[in-house]
């Protein structure tokens, strides 16, 4: 075991280390389901309706896997590893199913991307919910879970840029996000995430050890669901998924077969890596000053104002890609703030289980939160594209007009903005705060059930 204080701040090494992996997963996770059904859609002539039904199978049946890979991490935590076992088994399963889904046969279908599409899924759900229970293991202080998830976030900014380069590479016959740039990608992912992997689980800390008593799986969904704080968490969690769900699902299509602006992907992900980049530093700053639960609640609702300026957008128009690149770089601030808060959050609701209970869940709080927003989101894209698909909306058929339109409107804008504002409401008044996490920390510390790992 490995020495640890966990209310010490992780050397600037250790942290970059750690959050490291989430380079390769992110780069690799970044086109799953803004880009890549809409390729699909395209080349393989699956229909709008077909995708979306896929989508929301898959992401929902992976949902259940996350909480019974949760349960099984918290139960074997103090074998073959840790989280650290589990973590390196799925990265290395991450790398055994890439290519088959982002380099598809010629005769590829929506069966097989069903197929893979839960595998890959599956892969990542091993490596995604031990890697975020070490995240909250590695300390029990309120502000340093907030350095560690932004630490991650910008590596998640760094994938996203690295993502929006690949297109423009010398080598590619186009400057368009095609399964020839996602060859590339896969081979990146192939090559750089196991020696990541090993790395991190070789010299990071394993960080607080908690010693508490068995429990069952159907134990902790009562527990969970009688956690009123965590509710309040995982609703404001859904909406905000539902609201980045719609407009992403059809995002690429709005850009690419609405406005006319496929080609100019490449800087349009590009932009995104700067916006997100700027964003996480802004967040950096402001988690330093102000509840986790506010600032969630303030980019919510900036998030709802970006949709809300989209929508004036028309092909054709005067300067319309800046005006795109101008709102595409405002929500990015916002909601890449969004996208990491819960993964420091769910630790304090961890924490206050821990002290109402005596049962250690970390891993299974990550669990319900990564279902709670996979599921949302498969709801999410699936809803946006449904609604796309009745309004007689299909790709590469422009010009639109009519219900077409009328259609396209509501799925990339109305949806989203709506389900922003939902989450900002709901999250605002969220009763863990700093104050009342230190009173949690110094409680559990007294029953000394988390302890320094040795």
Known sequence: MIKSKPSNRLSWPLLVLFALPTLPMYLLRGPAFGILPALYSEHFAISLGTMSLVLLLVRIFDGFLDVGVGWATDATYDRWGGRKGWF??????????VFKLYVPPSDADAGYFAIWFFIAYFAWTINEIPYGAWAV???TD???RSRIAVARQYFNVAS?????????LWFLPTSDMNFDALHVLAWIVAVTLPPISVLCIKYVPRGVAVFTKRHSLIDSFRAIRANRACMRFLIASAFASLGDAAGSAVGFLLLDSYLGLGGAIGMVLLQWGVAALAGVGIAEWLLKRYEKHRVFAWSALGCACCYLAFMPLRPGAPNVLFFYLMCSFAHTMFYIVIDMLPS????DLADYDLMKSGVQRTAQYVSVLTFVRKATFGIGTSLSLLVLSQFGFEAKHAPYAG?????????????PMSFFLIAAVVIWSFPITARLHAVIQRRNARLGRAVAAD
């Open 88 to 97: 390196l088994v799925g990265s290395l399963l991450t790398v055994a199913c």
């Open 137 to 139: 293991d590695l300390t």
């Open 142 to 144: 309120y502000r340093e």
């Open 160 to 168: 996203g840029a690295l993502l929006g380069l690949i297109p423009l």
């Open 344 to 347: 420091t959050m769910v630790g």
């Open 403 to 415: 219900d077409a339109l009328l259609g396209l409107r509501l799925s990339a804008f109305v949806l």
